[in-house]
T-cell receptor, first 114, second 114 residues
């Protein structure tokens, strides 16, 4: 079974600053993928960034990067130069080939102060 | 193709009535997922299809819930004899099996059971 834990329910960041969202996971599989998804208010969820567990290099997508600590089963998301449009719920999720489904954490609400 | 579409966007029904939701995935996507999301929580997996085959169903999916994907195209999720606890957002997502975990979500169908 997979579990994903996001223990911070809310965070706030000043526009243009950097914020880190935390996530831990647990899986018995060796082949898995980790994701961060963003759900803006009243809009559909979109993929932010993906990390393959077999890759040691941390994934980066423009202002978004991850810190993947495999031994600690930690997967945090760093948002640099925060923008007002980054305000949303962010979900950490894991996926394994064994069951082919995404398992989500409870999410964190990020607010951006102008 | 404009993405994943879901219909209806909102449904209000009385307890005991049946409801059906429809999802039209991105046309070339062979996988289709249904998730349920309650306020302030992460999406919970319900079921998924690869082409027309329903490959996994969550224990959350009681016998009042049924999903189909005829001909591997659109999908329907039916809830019979609705209960107040069924009130939630029902999310549909599609993906390519070659891109594990990279789901494209619709805007969801919000169900309110009175």
């Amino acid at each position: 079974a997979q579990t994903v834990t996001q223990s911070q329910p809310e965070m706030s960041v000043q526009e243009a600053e950097t914020v880190t969202l935390s996530c831990t996971y647990d899986t018995s599989e060796s082949d898995y993928y980790l994701f961060w998804y963003k759900q803006p208010p009243s809009r559909q969820m979109i993929l932010v960034i993906r990390q393959e567990a077999y890759k040691q290099q941390n994934a980066t997508e423009n202002r978004f990067s991850v810190n993947f600590q495999k031994a600690a089963k930690s997967f945090s998301l760093k948002i640099s130069d925060s923008q007002l449009g980054d305000a949303a719920m962010y979900f950490c999720a894991s996926f394994t080939g064994a069951n082919s489904k995404l398992t989500f954490g409870k999410g964190i609400t990020l607010s951006v102060r102008p | 193709d404009t993405g994943v579409s879901q219909d209806p966007r909102h449904k209000i029904t009385k307890r005991g009535q049946n409801v059906t939701f429809r999802c039209d995935p991105i046309s070339e996507h062979n996988r289709l997922y249904w998730y349920r999301q309650t306020l302030g929580q992460g999406p919970e997996f319900l079921t998924y299809f690869q082409n027309e085959a329903q490959l996994e169903k969550s224990r959350l999916l009681s016998d009042r819930f049924s999903a189909e994907r005829p001909k591997g195209s659109f999908s329907t999720l039916e809830i019979q004899r609705t209960e107040q606890g069924d009130s939630a957002m029902y999310l549909c997502a599609s993906s390519l099996s070659a891109a594990p975990g990279e789901l494209f979500f619709g805007e969801g169908s919000r169900l309110t059971v009175l």
